[in-house]
Nanobody, 127 residues
């Protein structure tokens, strides 16, 4: 059973940085995954933040975070990362890691396309 475990959330001031990581375990083979970060703020729907192919060569960042956040993968460590810079109060949310089997250059941007989800990690940006 594939498991995703997020880490790196916390409290930071406006303009600060955080780095989220998502560790993938329980894979029965070395097949690649498409992966993404989603977030859900209080009283709002869950939304895509960024998506990446397993190779790391293909990425998508939602416009509100483009230029501030960077998604990446580390295949050797079976992890995905989200470097978040210039954080704003509106970035406050629970951040979820998601994964689905795919090709090395597969990228997915819809929630419904993902099979596996992490438990979420809280990111709070104070003003």
């Amino acid at each position: 059973q594939v498991q995703l475990v997020e880490s790196g959330g916390g409290l930071v001031q406006t303009g600060g940085s955080l780095r989220l990581s998502c560790a993938v375990s329980g894979r029965s083979d070395f097949s690649p995954f498409a992966m993404a970060w989603f977030r859900q703020a209080p009283n709002k729907d869950r939304e895509l933040v960024a998506a990446v192919s397993w190779s790391g060569a293909d990425t998508y960042h939602t416009p509100s975070v483009k230029g501030r956040f960077t998604i990446s993968t580390d295949n050797a460590k079976n992890t995905m990362n989200l470097q978040m810079n210039s954080l704003k109060p509106e970035d406050t949310a629970v951040y979820y890691c998601a994964a689905v089997p795919g090709g090395r250059h597969t990228i997915r941007i819809l929630q419904s396309q993902y099979d596996y989800w992490g438990q979420g990690t809280q990111v709070t940006v104070s003003s």
